[in-house]
C-alpha cells in the first residue's frame, strides 16, 4: 500500500515565525515529491516540487527532501496570515506513475 | 494561459440519481487525471488518462463510476447511481508529464441527499 503520511494539526505558528511541515512516505522508488497549498473551498495549488535530496528554496519557501529517511518537510519563512491554509504532501510513485496525496496538515497563522 | 475548466461548480442530488461532472484541461496537456476529495481528506486518484487512454483505474468503483476521454482533449466523469458516501469534491487536473506536478480545476462540489 503506497502511503503518504502527515499530521493533520492544526498547527498554529506566530506571525514572523517560521513553520515547519513535514511528510512521510512509503515507497522507496519514489522520484518526485510536491507540496500544494489549499486554501477552504479551493482547489489545491502546486507552491513546491523537489526531486533531489537536500534543499529548495523558492523565496520564503524551501521543501527540503531526505530519501535515506522517506522524508519531505517544508518550511514557510517569516509566516504570514495569508499563508494559513492546508499544506498536501504529494509523493510521484514511478512505479505507478501517479501522485499520491497525504490527507494535508492545516496551518493556522497567528497575528 | 487558460486554466484547468470543471463544471458545474455545484450539484445536488437525490441517492440512486445520476450526475455527470465536465473537464477541459490546459491545451497541450497529454495527461488528465479525476481525484475525489471527501472534507478533511486528501485528493484520492480515481482515473488518470494519457492522451485517450486511460493509464490508471485502479481506484474508480467501476459499478457506478465511469469516464471517457474523447480526442484526447476535454474528459467527462459519470456517477450511476450515486450513493450518500460519494458526496465530495471531484477535481480534475492536467499536466505535461507527472514528475512537473499537475495543475487542478476549481472542482465541482457534489451533494448526494
Known amino acids: 500500500q503506497k502511503e503518504v503520511e502527515q499530521n493533520s494539526g492544526p498547527l498554529s505558528v506566530p506571525e514572523g515565525a517560521i513553520a515547519s511541515l513535514n511528510c512521510t512516505y512509503s515507497?522507496?522508488?519514489?522520484?518526485?515529491f510536491f507540496w500544494y497549498r489549499q486554501y477552504s473551498g479551493k482547489s489545491p495549488e502546486l507552491i513546491m516540487f523537489?526531486?533531489?535530496?537536500g534543499d529548495k528554496e523558492d523565496g520564503r519557501f524551501t521543501a527540503q527532501l531526505n530519501k535515506a529517511s522517506q522524508y519531505v518537510s517544508l518550511l514557510i519563512r517569516d509566516s504570514q496570515p495569508s499563508d494559513s491554509a492546508t499544506y498536501l504532501c504529494?509523493?510521484?510513485?514511478?512505479?505507478?506513475?501517479?501522485?499520491?496525496f497525504g490527507s494535508g496538515t492545516r496551518l493556522s497563522i497567528r497575528p | 494561459e487558460a486554466g484547468v475548466a470543471q463544471s458545474p461548480r455545484y450539484k445536488i442530488i437525490e441517492k440512486r440519481q445520476s450526475v455527470a461532472f465536465w473537464c477541459n484541461p490546459i491545451?497541450?496537456?497529454?495527461?488528465l487525471y479525476w481525484y475525489q476529495q471527501i472534507l478533511g481528506q486528501g485528493p484520492k486518484l480515481l482515473i488518470q488518462?494519457?492522451?485517450?487512454?486511460?493509464?490508471?483505474d485502479s481506484q474508480l468503483p467501476k459499478d457506478r463510476f465511469s469516464a471517457e476521454r474523447l480526442k484526447g482533449v476535454d474528459s467527462t466523469l459519470k456517477i450511476q447511481p450515486a450513493k450518500l458516501e460519494d458526496s465530495a469534491v471531484y477535481l480534475c487536473?492536467?499536466?505535461?508529464?507527472?514528475?512537473?506536478?499537475?495543475?487542478f480545476g476549481s472542482g465541482t462540489r457534489l451533494t448526494v441527499v
Open positions: 504529494a509523493v510521484l510513485y514511478s512505479s505507478a506513475s501517479k501522485i499520491i
Open positions: 523537489i526531486y533531489s535530496n
Open positions: 491545451s497541450g496537456h497529454a495527461t
Open positions: 488518462f494519457q492522451n485517450n487512454g486511460v493509464v490508471d
Open positions: 487536473a492536467s499536466g505535461i508529464r507527472a514528475n512537473y506536478g499537475y495543475t
Open positions: 515507497d522507496r522508488g519514489s522520484q518526485s
